[in-house]
Nanobody
Framework: VQLQASGGGLVQAGGSLRLSCAASGGTFSSYVLGWLRQAPGKEREFVGAINWSGGSAYYADSIKGRFTISRDNAKNTVYLQMNNLKPEDTAVYYC?????????????????????WGQGTQVTVSS
């Protein structure tokens, strides 16, 4: 499975961005996808995850109500819509796949649950 993230950039606080992650290889509709991020000097952290159908999603408390994860299985793409961005959202954002399951579990809150990773896209939020 190969993942290619895009859509990052520089935005002012309060603005919006939509990240995309295109997947190839494997059966896209059969696995869980996640978004995680890593800020300078910090560990990689969970942002959100979505099940195989798009019918269920998990979110980190820090972004709940501002970010929405979605997927289009026909386009082999997962999205992260980010609204009301804050300077503390500045990070490299990664999409990742857990190809071993269709269903969300508590393990998907941790980076170690994911088998495949995209290259990351930088999001910078200015104050």
């Amino acid at each position: 499975v190969q993942l290619q993230a895009s859509g990052g950039g520089l935005v002012q606080a309060g603005g919006s961005l939509r990240l995309s992650c295109a997947a190839s290889g494997g059966t896209f509709s059969s696995y869980v996808l996640g978004w995680l991020r890593q800020a300078p000097g910090k560990e990689r952290e969970f942002v959100g995850a979505i099940n195989w159908s798009g019918g269920s999603a998990y979110y980190a408390d820090s972004i709940k109500g501002r970010f929405t994860i979605s997927r289009d299985n026909a386009k082999n793409t997962v999205y992260l819509q980010m609204n009301n961005l804050k300077p503390e959202d500045t990070a490299v954002y990664y999409c990742a796949a857990d190809v071993d399951t269709r269903y969300l579990g508590s393990n998907h809150y941790t980076p170690s649950a994911y088998d495949y990773w995209g290259q990351g896209t930088q999001v910078t939020v200015s104050s």
